[in-house]
């Protein structure tokens, strides 16, 4: 957890002469590009899992220079894929913090696209029951995670969405195994 505080102090801090000059450069009120976002989909693990999809849910915040680029922070809930072979049963349920850039283009009246990646900081719960016995490890692992999306102002404050994110996910300590994990969600967002 501190080697993510540390990169999120940095990150803030690399972008603050930046962010600075940018609020002095522009008259308007930079303060109205603050938004919050929620996603709630599905996942689906890209390896061999029986059942490879689970529930995915994401909370972000941010803020965008006049409305199109800046940074964001957040958290993702990955879901809990499992895998059963005879009468053994694996699962993992991994979590994140991100740390990233944003981008939102309004490109046809109320329609906009939108994209963002960035570096994650995942905690897996693994268990395993193998002969009647259960066992279970936690591990902290980096990664990384970017998405695109397509979607449409409601309002000018609140906007709808559709979305694809991909979470390279590495699980386990030591010998770590690695997963690409999709996510398919809906959103809303809300622009202060």
């Not at 994401?58 to 990955?78: K, M, S, T």
């Not at 894929?81 to 939102?104: C, E, L, Q």
């Amino acid at each position: 957890m501190n080697k993510f505080v540390l990169s999120a102090a940095l990150a803030g801090l690399a972008l603050s002469p930046l962010l600075t000059q940018t609020a002095r450069a522009d008259s308007s009120n930079q303060l109205d590009n603050f938004y919050v976002a929620g996603n709630l989909g599905q996942t689906q693990y890209r390896d061999s899992l029986s059942h490879d999809h689970s529930v995915f849910q994401n909370v972000r915040f941010g803020w965008r220079w006049n409305g199109i680029v800046g940074p964001e922070i957040g958290y993702a809930y990955l879901g809990r894929p499992k895998d059963v072979i005879g009468n053994d049963r694996f699962s993992v349920k991994p979590r994140a913090a991100t740390v990233g850039v944003n981008a939102k283009y309004d490109f046809y009246q109320n329609w906009f696209v939108t994209g963002h990646a960035g570096y994650m900081r995942s905690r897996s719960n693994l268990k395993a029951t193998v002969d009647g016995v259960t066992d279970s490890s936690k591990s902290w692992n980096n990664g990384w995670y970017g998405g695109v999306g397509v979607g449409y102002n409601l309002t000018p404050s609140v906007s709808l969405g559709l979305n694809y994110d991909n979470y390279h996910l590495k699980v386990g300590r030591g010998s770590q195994s690695s997963a690409n994990v999709a996510a398919y969600s809906a959103s809303v967002e809300y622009r202060f």
